[in-house]
């Protein structure tokens, strides 16, 4: 018989009806009566199904009584009517199999409760768990709406490479990707490693961003947009940063940043709309256990307009409150993350779009404002998280592009194709990055980083 998911067996009604489900034992309860009430949980859903097994289940004695949490087995039988509370329906096994025991003296996942910590030590067991099963379930329904989004506007999802020669932020945060032998790489006559004889012939790395490469496809499709791993070696060991995250890069042609805004908050408010509407039950376990204003935050977003200033205006703003800060805030200064939180936190209490950030601090692909010392960039801010999404409008001058290359010390010989891009049919373009991970983060109210993708890359971390 074909096994069903329990998160839809719990949604039946017609009692009688001979159903099959498979999970993983969450508990145990020997009843007087000589039976067994079994809780299995299958992933679906956050609430298990309750199991009746009887005495008198030909395996109820050698392995009915066996069953301990984490043990795997599947159950088939009459789907009754629940009389205990909080419960519509239980399961009344005729069969049940055993695929696998799970030894509570060696399993580590047992009832009571293990710190954030010290599951990260058993990132394989644990989506078991209702906290990591949560997450990759409200993971998964943001992916979801994230390309349900942009299909909807007529956005061309693009696959951009992993492995690259071009360093997309110009920051020298990327990992090498290399088959030279680390202990007798080839030299060249000058003694540098010559990486001429490399796999690829040239130095190669992991991408930090599908961005040039995106918007080479919005250059001749029109609106696409990215969601893939990227990379930074950035030695940042905060609870918002990772080495290995995704994220989702939308690239518009015949755009503006003010356009760049306006996609940025439809898309965000669109995926709390569509997450409070679809996940309400994974929700409201967030609420309950690990954030208690989530819901009411998520639903705020959704519903208000996000705050629009300027750079100069959030440095105005920080100033006047000073003396709260460890960092010193000045005009040409970055926003550090304590900076972000406040301005999104206590000064307007919702979402804040920053615009027009200094050219000094930004990356060399941001197109130059009028003024002469800014850049039409973008970055929005959200409660507890800070810095969710970064992006700008491009340089689509050939002439500006070239200059703040070279400004930035990169060499624009080396970005001949994205160049390129700028004398044949160039266009006003923008586009920016989500983190993925950060933005799980505010979803759920997690947090750390660390706990909201499956298996974290983090310095000196790479286990699993
Ligand atoms: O602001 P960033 O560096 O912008 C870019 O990469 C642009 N190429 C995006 C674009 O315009 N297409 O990164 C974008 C977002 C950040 O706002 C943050 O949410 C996330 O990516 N991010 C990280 N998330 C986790 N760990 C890290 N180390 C991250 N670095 C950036
Ligand atoms: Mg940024």
């Known amino acids: 018989m074909k096994r069903q998911l329990i998160k839809h067996v719990l949604e039946r009604e017609d009692f ?10 969450r508990t145990r309860r020997d009843s007087k009566g000589g039976f067994s009430f079994l809780e299995l949980n299958d992933g679906s859903s956050l609430v298990g199904l309750q199991v009746i097994a009887e005495g ?23 789907l009754v009517e629940s009389p205990g509370a909080g ?90 990707v290399t088959t030279l032998d680390p202990a007798s790489p080839p030299r060249t006559d000058e003694g540098q490693v010559d990486y001429a004889q490399d796999f690829f012939g040239q130095p190669t ?38 080495a290995e995250f995704w994220m989702i890069e939308p690239e518009m042609a015949f755009a503006d940043n003010q356009d760049n805004a306006d996609l940025a908050e439809d898309y965000l408010r669109y995926l709390f709309r569509q997450l409070l509407d679809n996940n309400s039950r994974d929700l409201e376990f967030f609420n309950q256990w690990v954030d208690q204003g989530l819901i009411e935050r998520l639903s705020s977003v959704a519903d208000r307009d996000f705050e629009r200033i300027t750079y100069g205006e959030a440095v105005d703003l920080l100033r006047r409150a000073e003396s709260e800060f460890e ?21 307007f209490g919702r979402p804040v779009i920053v615009t027009d950030y200094p050219f000094d601090i930004k990356a060399f692909y941001m197109r130059r404002n009028d003024d ?19 992006g700008s409008q491009r340089e689509e001058r050939l002439d500006v592009l070239v200059d703040s290359l070279e400004r930035k010390g990169l060499d624009a010989a080396g970005y001949w194709w994205y160049t ?45």
């Open 205 to 242: 790395f992991l991408t930090v961003s599908g961005q040039l490469e995106a918007e080479s496809y919005a250059s001749a499709l029109s609106n696409v947009y990215t969601f893939g791993p990227t990379f930074r070696s950035e030695n940042s060991n905060t609870r918002r940063h990772l």
């Open 327 to 347: 960092f010193p805030v000045n005009w040409g200064s970055d926003l550090q993350s304590e900076h972000e939180r406040y301005l999104t936190e206590t000064v």
């Open 56 to 78: 008198s289940l030909p395996n109820y004695e050698s392995e009915v009584q066996q069953l301990h949490i984490g043990a795997a087995v599947s159950a088939t039988g009459a």
């Open 87 to 176: 419960q519509r329906v239980e399961l009344r096994a005729a069969e049940l199999v055993v695929y696998g025991l799970a030894d509570p003296e060696y399993y580590p996942l047992q009832k009571k409760r293990i710190s954030f910590e010290r599951l990260r030590e058993l990132a394989h067991l644990r989506p078991r768990t209702n906290t990591f099963g949560a997450v990759a379930r409200v993971r998964n329904a943001l992916a979801a709406s994230t390309h349900r989004f942009f299909q909807d506007r007529d956005f061309l999802y693009l696959h951009t490479p992993i492995i690259t020669g071009s360093d997309a932020e110009g920051a020298g945060e990327m990992f090498r």
């Open 16 to 25: 009688g009806a001979t159903v099959r489900i498979a999970g993983w034992v």
């Open 420 to 464: 390129d891009l700028r004398r044949f049919g160039s266009v006003p373009h923008a586009g920016f990055g989500l983190g993925f991970e950060r933005l799980v983060q505010f979803a759920t109210g997690m947090q750390n980083i660390r706990d909201v993708i499956a298996f974290p890359r983090t310095p000196n971390n790479a286990e699993f």
């Open 372 to 390: 002469g010392k800014t850049v039409a960039a973008l970055d929005v801010l959200v409660p507890g998280v800070g810095e969710i999404i970064g």
